[in-house]
């Protein structure tokens, strides 16, 4: 089993909290594809002998390609793989770019899951994420995609932003809700370097939200999209059963990966590789028949934090014994060793074989992390 991820690198313009990679400059647009495609070719045999089960096209903004561009690239992911097995092709869209007639386009691709920004129903917010859109335009789109017989949709929720309050959240879960997403992505609001959310925070404009009040948002949100049936599986994802992101899922089990397009990675359970993140040396290393990665052979104790990293996220969490078997008795003592004041303090707990957060360890997920990796 393995995935496809094709990133495509550019915005029509640049959210303020947001870190991907990704160019509102559209003038290589035509290069840049080609450049996608001819890496789909050059690295065909990167995944040699797995099925393909998911195609992921993510970003930056998919959504703003035509018919003309999602041929070429198609064409070559039909000419290059066996997709005979692909279960799930996810699309991530911007809802003011799902217009009927746009929607028809995708329609004539094999698209089964669409992955929306929903974010915020609130416009002041979304003016100051500096989105495309009102939330009009999102409720709109959603109906548009339904009309047009779209039934995997995934809505993107950000919470925790400035000046938010409880009936904030609570009335953007009724119209996030009001939408029947089978999956929900929830993002706490992080203020990333170099963006310019993150500049009005050091310049004294903005305050990011209170810590009790985010952990209060965050088990409001697993326990209302639980009363609807949308069951958390992952800290930031929640899904009717049967439509959990199996993209996603895979990265989160180890499952290897093709990433294409400036900045993505792969992975291939020995070694990691990622792409430029300059899109000029990435056409131009293309252009040149070359690939450009940068690759990393993967040694035990890198496979090992890799593990705990994707495992611990998961609702299921860490199966020890899994852990044993693969990574061996000495990590799997280290593990828990590292894991006993924390299993004290109830942040996680062992059930059945599995060590997992529980839902007061999530808010502290990266700290408990950080401290069953093993550092040399
Ligand atoms: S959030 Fe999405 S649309 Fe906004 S800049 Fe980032 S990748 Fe582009």
């Known amino acids: 089993m393995a995935g496809i991820y094709i990133h495509i690198p ?6 303020s909290y947001c870190d991907f990679f990704s160019t509102a400059n559209l003038n290589l647009r035509d290069k ?12 065909k045999d990167y995944l040699l002998h797995q099925d393909i089960k998911t195609i992921y096209f993510g970003g930056g903004t998919p959504s703003l390609l035509n018919e003309e561009e999602f041929s070429i ?10 997709l005979s097995h692909v279960q799930e092709i996810t699309i991530e869209a911007n809802p003011d770019d799902l217009d009927q007639n746009y929607i028809q386009i995708l329609r004539h691709f094999p698209f089964n899951r669409l992955s929306v920004g929903f974010q915020t129903s609130n416009d002041k917010t979304l003016k100051l994420f500096m989105r495309r859109n009102i939330s009009e335009d999102t409720i709109y789109a959603i109906r548009n995609c339904r009309e047009a017989g779209y039934e995997n949709i995934s809505l993107d929720l950000i919470y925790g ?10 009335k953007d879960l009724d119209v996030l809700l009001s939408l029947n997403p089978q999956h929900v992505s929830a993002y706490h609001l992080t203020y990333e370097e170099k963006t310019s959310l993150y500049n009005k925070v050091k310049r004294g404009l903005l305050s990011p939200v209170d810590e009790n009040l985010s952990v209060a948002f965050y088990h409001t949100i697993v326990e209302r999209l639980k009363a609807e049936g949308i069951i958390q599986y992952e800290i930031s994802n929640f ?27 792969s992975f291939n359970l020995n070694s990691r590789s990622w792409n430029p993140n300059d899109i000029n040396s990435y056409i131009k290393k293309i252009d040149d028949g070359e690939v450009g990665t940068i690759t990393e052979i993967l040694n035990s104790r890198e496979k090992y934090n890799d593990f705990i990293l994707t495992r611990l ?47 007061n360890g999530v808010f502290l997920s990266d700290s408990i992390i950080s401290d069953l990796l093993s550092i040399d």
């Open 313 to 359: 996220r998961t609702v299921q969490g860490i199966n020890l014994h899994e852990l044993k078997n693969v990574h061996g008795s000495i990590l799997y003592n280290y593990c828990l060793s590292m894991a006993s004041p924390h299993l004290q303090q109830g942040r996680i707990v062992l059930e059945k074989d599995y060590l997992r957060l529980t839902q």
């Open 161 to 170: 932003w400035p000046d938010e309050q409880m009936d904030d959240l609570m």
């Open 239 to 265: 899904a009717i059963p049967g439509f959990e992101s199996k993209h996603n899922s895979s990265y989160w089990q180890s499952i290897p990966y093709l990433g294409v397009g400036p900045s993505a990675h």
């Open 32 to 43: 840049i594809i080609q450049a996608i495609a001819k890496e789909i070719s050059l690295r």
């Open 73 to 82: 690239l198609f064409n070559e992911l039909y000419a290059s793989f066996d």
């Open 10 to 15: 550019f915005c029509k313009q640049k959210c």
